[in-house]
């Protein structure tokens, strides 16, 4: 987690990313950063700054990615791909131990221990769903020990974004476009440097292996400016009044019925989903019954087998299960978390093969499309 207060604001030069990349990893960090993997802006290991997507960008619409070539070698000029940092704070498949059959006793193993991350080009919207994140499993009486080992040692590497794609509504859901805290060290993309912002002693540390110099006002103007005119060319939007009543006094628009018959029930958009936490846990025996593994895996709430419980499945229709999944993440996640369970990063609407959108269904059930 971010290590406490500390601010400022300095400039690198483009050059200084490799120099920190480089720091990071001899540091003991593994360093996981966006590249371009299945024709995708992924997040994978990056070992050096060449692996970042330079000179590419991304188009989305509903139903749609495209990668695209930009005129220019800007490091991060993308807004945000199919993975989402939950890939290594909430791994989809993570062993929680194994057990062993020995002579006279079995024996629990414990799991390896929790890699120590540096997550390079976290933009607002995924800050804040750090944060929900945090809610779900590091508060109450049941504090989860793997991700809480991941987060803790966690050094965030934020980016402001300098363009929206089609599909972003951070605005309305007020995430982005600029990091609001939560990071240790936030950047600010110009053609020729970097404006870096400190948020924690820890990224102070990290500023301080680079070379860099002051920043002017100029500067931060720059940054003002891009992160106005990032909001301002943001076209969707999601009007969260009355939430959570909205929803519960809509459990039987017929709205429902209708994006049921478009939803394939694919489990996308929660896979997609920044703050989707829903999972299951198999035990997975060896041919030999030697060993047996307790493995937690990535679930949805649109899998049929999820809402089966002793007398029979409480969701068996896909109307009730799209009803569950945007009720639960606009109107009873506020109730559960104390904040809503969308950060608008808009990737539900682009991964939905059918190209279903949270925004429009939403507005349906306000009455403001037809029905
Ligand atoms: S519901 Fe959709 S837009 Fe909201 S956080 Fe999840 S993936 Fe992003
Ligand atoms: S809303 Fe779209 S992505 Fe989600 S389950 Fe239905 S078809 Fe799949």
């Not at 929900?132 to 793997?146: I, K, M, N, S, W």
Request: glycine residues 8%; aromatic residues 8%; contains cysteine.
């Amino acid at each position: 987690m971010s290590g406490g207060p500390a601010t400022g604001h300095a400039v690198i030069d483009k050059s200084e990313i490799e120099t920190l990349i480089q720091g990071l990893w001899k540091s003991g960090y593994t360093v996981v950063g966006p590249t371009i993997a299945q024709s995708a802006i992924v997040i994978d290991e990056i070992k050096s700054a060449a692996d970042l997507p330079i000179g590419w960008t991304d188009l989305q619409e509903g139903g749609s990615y495209r990668l695209k070539k930009r005129d220019d070698q800007a490091y991060f000029g993308y807004a945000v791909g199919p993975h989402s940092w939950k890939k290594y704070l909430f791994p989809a498949r993570l062993t929680l131990y194994t057990i062993k059959k020995n002579a006279a006793e079995l024996e629990i193993i414990a799991p390896d221990p929790a890699p120590r991350y540096a997550f390079l080009g976290v933009r607002g919207c995924d800050l804040r769903a750090i944060e929900v994140q945090d809610r779900t499993f590091l508060q109450g009486a049941y504090v989860d020990p793997h991700y809480k080992a991941r987060r803790e040692q966690a050094l965030v590497i934020a980016v402001n974004c300098a363009q929206a794609a089609s599909t972003c509504f951070c605005t309305s859901m007020g995430t982005g476009p600029r990091a609001r805290g939560g990071y240790d060290l936030a950047l600010t993309e110009f053609a020729d440097r970097f404006l870096v912002e400190v948020g924690s002693e820890r990224g102070q540390g990290v500023l301080a292996s680079l070379a860099s110099r002051p920043a002017v006002q100029a500067d931060l103007v720059l940054a003002d400016n891009q992160a106005r005119a990032t909001a301002e060319s943001m076209t969707r939007t999601l009007d969260v009044s009355d939430m959570p009543g909205l929803f519960y006094e809509n459990l039987d628009h017929p709205r429902w019925d209708q994006v049921a018959e478009r939803c394939l029930s694919c489990t996308n958009c929660t896979m997609v989903c920044p703050t989707c936490f829903c999972h299951s846990v198999d035990d997975v025996p060896d041919l030999a019954g030697e060993t047996s593994q307790r493995v937690r895996v990535w679930d949805s709430c649109f899998n049929p087998e999820f809402s089966h419980v002793a007398g029979g499945n409480t969701r068996p229709q896909i109307r009730e299960r799209y009803r569950q999944w945007l009720t639960h993440k606009l109107a009873s996640w506020v109730d559960q978390f104390g904040v809503s369970g969308c950060v608008g990063c808009g990737r539900c609407i682009t991964w939905c093969p059918v190209g279903i959108d949270l925004t429009e269904e939403t507005a349906a059930i306000r009455g403001r499309l037809e029905a």
